[in-house]
Structure formats: structure tokens, C-alpha cells
């Protein structure tokens, strides 16, 4: 039983790019998010998701796109890569019953 | 809206000392969740305890327990016996009881046991 998986661990984007990062959970849970922690910072949501097909916007979404096709996995894609992204992203999953959230290991993403 | 504070940056300890972080919250919510969570240097998020508004009695783990106190929105976390593990970044966090359980942080406070 994994947990919460994340990839990559580590990423160099230039301005302009884009990237996916990857989440999959292996304990059927029904929720799951995307945080991004900034520097001095705690954890700020950017999407979630309550089941497949179904996401919606949290507190800073701008510049970010989720899907939700299964219920293991909850992808997050940057488009157009800029500096004020650079950040830790966690990936995070709950079940309905239980609103203790598991987290992934983060990706941590620097655009120059 | 949620919205948590914490109030100490930074916070140092003797080990095998005990040590108190404060968390203050704001819920418009009737029915909340609380939580601290560690983060060590590996970055993992790790849950230390929750504590469900409802309940009434203060939640322990071990030698982690939280002075809950309602009335006052305050949500403060012991750690009793500290051991050189300990040394992290604390985040406390507020959950709606229902729904999709989305959390909000503070900005945490960076705990250092001392040998």
C-alpha cells in the first residue's frame, strides 16, 4: 500500500513551458487535492476533486488545469510556466467518511 | 471562510522537555475539523492529531495532546517528553465537518529540540 504518490520529485521548468504533475493514490479514496506551499508559508489549495469527473477551484487556482478521469489518479497541469509558481506542490487524497487528508512526498517546481 | 493563525515563527525546546504551540482559528462552519500536522525537513506531511469540534474532550496521541477550547477558537498542541525527532515545522489546520474537507493552513511554526 503506497499512499499517495507523486512525480516527478523535482523539476526545472523555463518561462513559457508546460508540464503535468502526476498524483495517484492506491486506497480508493474518494477526494483528493493539489496544494502548493510557498516559501514561510503553509499550504494553500489550488484544486479538488470529490470524485471522477467532478473538480472544482480553490483559493489560488490561476494558471493551473485538473482532470479527474479514475479515481486513483488526480493530475495537475501548468500551461504557460511562470516564476510565481515556483513553489512545493503536495497532492493529497481523503476519504468521504474521514476528513483526515493523506499526503504525497510534493514535487518541488522552480520556472526561471 | 477559514482562516488559522499561528502565532510563533519559531519555537525551541529542550529535549525531554514539554513544549505548547498556539494555532487560533475563524470558521463560519457549525461543524469543523482541527488538525496539526509535521513536516520534517524530507517535507512529508504527517499527521500529529485531529480533533472534531463536537467532541468536547481533548484529543491525545501519545505524547502529543491539543487544549481545544472552543469558545475562544484556540487550538493549541503539546508535546510532552520532546525527543530530537521532534524537530519540524508544525502547521495547524481547520476542515469543514461535511462536504469536500478542503483545509486551511497557518503558516506554521518551526519547532528545534535541543540535545
Known amino acids: 500500500n503506497a499512499g499517495v504518490t507523486q512525480t516527478p520529485k523535482f523539476r526545472i521548468l523555463k518561462i513559457g513551458q508546460s508540464m503535468t504533475l502526476q498524483c495517484t493514490q492506491d486506497?480508493?479514496?474518494?477526494?483528493m487535492y493539489w496544494y502548493r506551499q510557498d516559501p514561510g508559508m503553509g499550504l494553500k489549495l489550488i484544486y479538488y476533486?470529490?470524485?471522477?469527473?467532478?473538480?472544482d477551484k480553490g483559493e489560488v487556482p490561476n494558471g493551473y488545469n485538473v482532470s479527474r478521469s479514475t479515481t486513483e489518479d488526480f493530475p495537475l497541469r501548468l500551461e504557460l510556466a511562470a516564476p510565481s509558481q515556483t513553489s512545493v506542490y503536495f497532492c493529497?487524497?481523503?476519504?468521504?467518511?474521514?476528513?483526515?487528508?493523506?499526503f504525497g512526498p510534493g514535487t518541488r517546481l522552480t520556472v526561471l | 471562510a477559514q482562516t488559522v493563525t499561528q502565532s510563533q515563527p519559531e519555537m525551541s525546546v529542550q529535549e525531554a522537555e514539554t513544549v505548547t504551540l498556539s494555532c487560533t482559528y475563524d470558521?463560519?462552519?457549525?461543524?469543523?475539523?482541527l488538525f496539526w500536522y509535521k513536516q520534517p525537513p524530507s517535507r512529508q506531511m504527517i499527521l500529529v492529531i485531529r480533533?472534531?469540534?463536537?467532541?468536547?474532550q481533548n484529543a491525545t496521541e501519545n505524547r502529543f495532546s491539543v487544549n481545544f477550547q472552543k469558545a475562544a477558537k484556540s487550538f493549541s498542541l503539546k508535546i510532552s517528553d520532546s525527543q530530537l525527532g521532534d524537530t519540524a515545522m508544525y502547521f495547524c489546520?481547520?476542515?469543514?465537518?461535511?462536504?469536500?474537507?478542503?483545509?486551511?493552513f497557518g503558516k506554521g511554526t518551526k519547532l528545534s529540540v535541543i540535545p
Open positions: 480533533q472534531e469540534a463536537y467532541k468536547q
Open positions: 470558521t463560519s462552519e457549525s461543524n469543523y475539523y
Open positions: 489546520a481547520s476542515g469543514p465537518g461535511a462536504g469536500s474537507y478542503q483545509l486551511t
Open positions: 476533486s470529490v470524485g471522477a469527473g467532478i473538480t
Open positions: 493529497a487524497s481523503s476519504s468521504p467518511q474521514r476528513a483526515t487528508q493523506f
Open positions: 486506497m480508493n479514496h474518494n477526494y
